[in-house]
């Protein structure tokens, strides 16, 4: 069964400065989609940042990039420039393409990322 | 604005008592998915549907049940609230998979349910 291992339990940073979350994840899929998740408090998750398995270009919106290393399976998210909005509940998930059970995204437990100013 | 509404934010129950969680959401989507939140725990799958009347277990789901008779609704309910059921529930959506189509989940705000 696929797993999603967030070993960070909480990461702080300055405001302006740059902090990377980390994200690993174990499949024998060689296709499948991963995502970054973000929580702010008592607001609703949305949707940060996602990559294609099969794209080798690791995917970037604005401020947010990852670090995509298949082989190592690991999916790291990197936070440029952060601002005092970036405080939130940061979650990796994966979702498998081919076989069964393709609608279910699979969490890791989460990063809380606290903003210093 | 697509969005995916949840009934209760805050809810408080007695134990023993039948709790109802209501989810609409407005993007004709066909997915529609109960999940737990627990601190340390992460995200984890109580029921997911993909059409109406369907429904489909996930991780845990014991001492839940869900109904969707319309396709913009989905609801979690406790049959018989235990203190083990404090949590907060998060409601979520999404188009029917496929190659082309990354599955991305949209969110409602949660319910945070308090089983005394």
């Known amino acids: 069964a696929q797993t999603v291992t967030q070993s960070q339990p909480e990461m702080s940073v300055q405001e302006a400065e740059t902090v990377t979350l980390s994200c690993t994840y174990d499949?024998?899929?060689?296709?499948?989609?991963l995502f970054w998740y973000k929580q702010p408090p008592s607001r609703q998750m949305i949707l940060v940042i996602r990559?294609?398995?099969?794209?080798?270009q690791n995917a970037t919106e604005n401020r947010f990039s990852v670090n995509f290393q298949k082989a190592a399976k690991s999916f790291s998210l990197k936070i440029s420039d952060s601002q005092l909005g970036d405080a939130a509940m940061y979650f990796c998930?994966?979702?498998?393409?081919?076989?069964?059970?393709?609608?279910?995204?699979?969490f890791g437990t989460g990063t809380l990322l606290a903003v210093q100013p | 604005d697509v969005k995916v509404t949840q009934s209760s934010r805050y809810l408080v129950k007695r134990t023993g008592e039948k709790v109802f969680l209501e989810c609409v959401q407005d993007m004709d989507h066909e997915n529609m998915f109960w999940y737990r939140q627990d601190p340390g725990l992460g995200l984890r799958l109580i029921y997911f549907s993909y059409d109406v009347k369907m429904k489909e277990k996930g991780d845990i789901p014991e001492g839940y049940s869900v109904s969707r008779e319309k396709k913009e609704r989905f609801s979690l309910i406790l049959e018989s609230a235990s203190t083990n059921q404090t949590s907060m529930y998060l409601c979520?959506?999404?188009?029917?998979?496929?190659?082309?189509?990354?599955?991305?989940?949209?969110f409602g705000e949660g319910s945070r349910l308090t089983v005394l």
């Open positions: 990559q294609e398995a099969y794209k080798q």
């Open positions: 979520a959506s999404s188009r029917l998979e496929g190659r082309e189509n990354t599955g991305e989940l949209f």
């Open positions: 499949t024998s899929e060689s296709d499948y989609y």
């Open positions: 998930a994966y979702r498998r393409i081919y076989g069964g059970a393709t609608n279910k995204l699979i």
